[in-house]
């Protein structure tokens, strides 16, 4: 039940690239240009301004456990809630919501639940950082890892640029402390492409790649998304989205009677 739980509420903290093979050339590397690192910084830790917004989504696991393909719906009310609704050939498996407050969900297949602060999604990550805030920039291909300028160097190259940590990221949440080897990869356009980290203590390695940006509204959303989480072992995560809608919808969420809590340790 754990790799069940692990392929929907893994969802509520992403939102994947299929990999591409990158054909050389003997063609001039064209270096992408912005007037600074200060206009990079700016623009890939710009905040959002959208209200609402509706996602479609099909989502594939592969967890060493079957898992059907499921349908889901994500609606995020930027800086308040992300609400997901999933099914499985038409019928209704799994429903979770996130808040600043926390996370709570439940699925039907095991009669579970979750109610939990961020440390239940970290734990399925393998990090100790994720908030409110960097769930929500996770879903929709920003950069949700905490940057500071001063930490990383920044290098151009032909596909655009690369954010390297020249330090060791350390991030500390309910007195757990853990470092981090980060590196970040734009697109030319600064989309955000892969995101790295491994924890240099555990060795545990997280990554997630986006493809396939699309333009709706003021918004650049990612069509694609794929999560890597390697621990003792690997569990992929494979989301595509299908659909934008920028709307208000209606969030009903509550846990049915005589659910058991469960817990991922």
Known sequence: M????LSIFAALALLSCK?????QTNAPVVKPVVNSNKAFFD?????????SIKISSK??????????????TFYIENNQKVW?????????????IATPSGIKGYEKVNKTYIDSDFSYINN??????IDYNSLQNLLLGKTFVPVNE???????????????????????TNGKKSEYKISLDY???????KVFLEDLTSKNTLEINYDNFENIGSQKLPKNVKIIIKGQKTDQIFIENTKFDFLKMETPFSIPANYTKTIIK
């Open 43 to 51: 623009k890939i830790l710009k905040k959002d301004d959208f209200e």
């Open 84 to 96: 997901i609704n999933l099914q499985a050939l038409f019928i209704n498996m799994a429903r979770g």
């Open 2 to 5: 754990k790799n069940f739980i």
């Open 150 to 172: 001063n930490d990383y160097s920044l290098t151009p190259n032909e596909q655009g640029f690369v954010l390297n940590s020249i330090k060791n990221q350390i991030f500390e």
């Open 124 to 129: 399925l990550l393998k990090v100790n950082f």
């Open 19 to 23: 990999s591409k093979t990158v054909v």
């Open 59 to 72: 989502i594939d696991a592969e967890t060493g456990q079957f898992v059907p393909t499921l349908d889901a």
């Open 187 to 193: 697109d030319k356009e600064l989309d955000l492409k």
